[in-house]
């Protein structure tokens, strides 16, 4: 097999590999993923932490302005050495909201498709019970007997 063989073969084994839907899949959901955590993150900068600085922090004349900062600045002093927690603290907060919003759709989500699988599983209900079978001759033959005995 010469150079351009090898060189198909290759881009083949390549085409294979990248086009299957579950590649393709992934790429999307990374993709919507990325986006999703802008979303959130926006969210932790916005609208959690200045609710958390205001808890933490005295009152200041900016209000919120710079809650991501203020929660940043927190720090304590040991031994003459400063230790800043804020930022860890932010990106801690951040981590765990994003986790909890993630299960939180992930949890819907699988709920919403096991109930669609319930669904296309469940079988149709039958539209009317099946007929009796027919009776047989000697079954017949002793209903006339019967009704016979009654009219006499």
Do not use: H
Not at 32 to 39: P, S, Y
Not at 43 to 70: K, M, N, R, W, Y
Not at 102 to 129: C, D, S
């Amino acid at each position: 097999m010469g150079i351009k063989g090898k060189a198909t073969s290759l881009l083949e084994e390549f085409k294979n590999f990248a086009f299957k839907g579950n590649i393709v899949d992934m790429a999307v959901g990374v993709i919507i993923g990325g986006a999703f955590g802008k979303i959130v993150s926006s969210f932790v900068a916005d609208v959690v932490t200045p609710c958390i600085t205001a808890l933490i922090s005295t009152a200041s004349p900016e209000g919120t302005e710079g809650a991501q900062e203020a929660l940043a600045k927190l720090s304590f002093t040991w031994n003459g050495i400063a230790i800043p927690y804020g930022s860890f603290l932010a990106e801690v907060l951040n981590f765990l909201i994003v986790a909890i919003v993630i299960f939180l759709v992930m949890k819907k989500f699988l709920g919403f498709m096991a109930n669609m699988r319930k669904k296309e599983e469940a079988p149709a209900a039958p539209a009317e019970p099946p007929a009796p079978p027919e009776p047989s001759a000697e079954e017949k033959l002793l209903s006339e007997i019967r009704d016979l005995l009654k009219n006499k």
